[in-house]
């Protein structure tokens, strides 16, 4: 099976911090993904990387920036926290189809 | 641009009934169709998917029927139980998109005992 491992579920940091969100998945993925899922939007792709190194935005990569140097591992950093970023974040990779998706980090900005 | 639009945002059905979720596209070039059934506290999971080389797919109680002319698609489940209460999104993408989904919203599907 595959495992797609977000480092936290829970997560609370101040207006202004840089903040880390961790992924790391164990199949061997060239693709991995970032989300954020808020009520009644769905999931909004905030980037994506095809390869180590490699990264394309998504629609929504303002506020955004992601870091990919080992092919298991994608890195997604809040570069100056804002309270409009309070949400699910949702990593997922892929080789080709499906996308397999991790279970989240709730992420509170106060 | 909303992509692929889902309704409806939330459905109610007694055990037993048959819940259906619908879904439209606008981008001719999609070709890969998957619906996605996420738990409260979990990641979406696959549930099913179709390509628009054929209109209907089943798997157990869940079917795609797929309308490639009118750019639409929807899950049936058959039978409803309450295990199947969730959130279920609909996707779609295109071969060269390298891999990207674009999501609907989501319906709240809430199967009553």
């Known amino acids: 099976d595959v495992k797609v491992t977000q480092s936290s579920r829970y997560l609370v940091k101040r207006t202004g911090e840089k903040v880390f969100l961790e992924c790391v998945q164990d199949?061997?993925?060239?693709?991995m993904f970032w989300y954020r899922q808020d009520p009644g939007l769905g999931l909004r792709l905030i980037y994506f990387s095809y390869d180590v190194k490699m990264k394309e935005k998504g629609d929504i990569p303002e506020g955004y920036s992601v870091s990919r140097e080992k092919k298991e591992r994608f890195s997604l950093i809040l570069e100056s926290a804002s309270t409009n970023q309070t949400s699910m974040y949702l990593c997922?990779?892929?080789?080709?189809?499906?996308?397999?998706f991790g279970d989240g980090t709730r992420l509170s900005i106060l | 641009q909303q992509q692929v639009k889902q309704s409806p945002q939330s459905l109610i059905v007694q055990k037993g009934g048959i819940s259906i979720i619908n879904c439209a596209y606008e981008n001719t070039a999609f070709d890969y169709f998957p619906w996605y059934q996420q738990f409260p506290g979990k990641g979406p999971a696959l549930l099913i998917a179709i390509r628009p080389d054929v209109s209907e797919k089943k798997e157990g109680r869940f079917t795609i029927s797929f309308n490639k002319s009118a750019k639409q698609f929807s899950l049936h489940i058959m039978d409803s139980q309450p295990g199947d209460s969730a959130t279920y999104f609909c996707?779609?993408?295109?071969?060269?998109?390298?891999?990207?989904?674009?999501f609907g919203k989501g319906t709240l599907l809430t199967v009553n005992p």
């Open positions: 199949m061997d993925h060239e693709n």
């Open positions: 996707a779609a993408a295109s071969g060269g998109s390298n891999y990207k989904l674009t």
């Open positions: 997922a990779s892929s080789r080709t189809w499906p996308q397999h």
